[in-house]
């Protein structure tokens, strides 16, 4: 069974930081690019950053760039999302997706966590 669960959301003062976690099982984690998006009241889905399946290659929205870093551990199966120097803007539900690379059309979605940045 394909899961993907994330942890670490909660909630935040601006400038804080968190670090997202995401463990994934029933698939060979090692063949999926992995993302993660976030979701904010009456906005869209948005793209927030992605890592290779070999983890070689990152990229991030020009809103998080220089804030956020994600990384992944092969070993563990987990993709992880570290979130410095948050903003109230950052508030929003969070997911994380895995892409393989071997089959276009295959992909699978967490179930969200929410980040709350408020003093």
């Known amino acids: 069974q394909v899961q993907l669960v994330e942890s670490g959301g909660g909630l935040v003062q601006p400038g804080g930081s968190l670090r997202l976690s995401c463990a994934a099982s029933?698939?060979?984690?090692?063949?999926?690019?992995m993302r993660w998006y976030r979701q904010a009241p009456g906005k869209e889905r948005e793209l927030v950053a992605s890592?290779?399946?070999?983890?070689?290659?990152?990229n991030y929205a020009d809103s998080v760039k220089g804030r956020f870093t994600i990384s992944r551990d092969t070993a563990k199966n987990t993709v992880y999302l570290q979130m410095n120097s948050l903003k109230p803007e950052d508030t929003a539900v969070y997911y994380c997706?895995?892409?393989?690379?071997?089959?276009?059309?295959?992909?699978?979605w967490g179930q969200g966590t929410q980040v709350t940045v408020s003093s």
């Open positions: 997706s895995a892409q393989s690379v071997l089959f276009k059309n295959r992909s699978y």
């Open positions: 029933g698939f060979t984690f090692s063949t999926y690019g």
């Open positions: 890592i290779t399946s070999a983890g070689t290659s990152t």
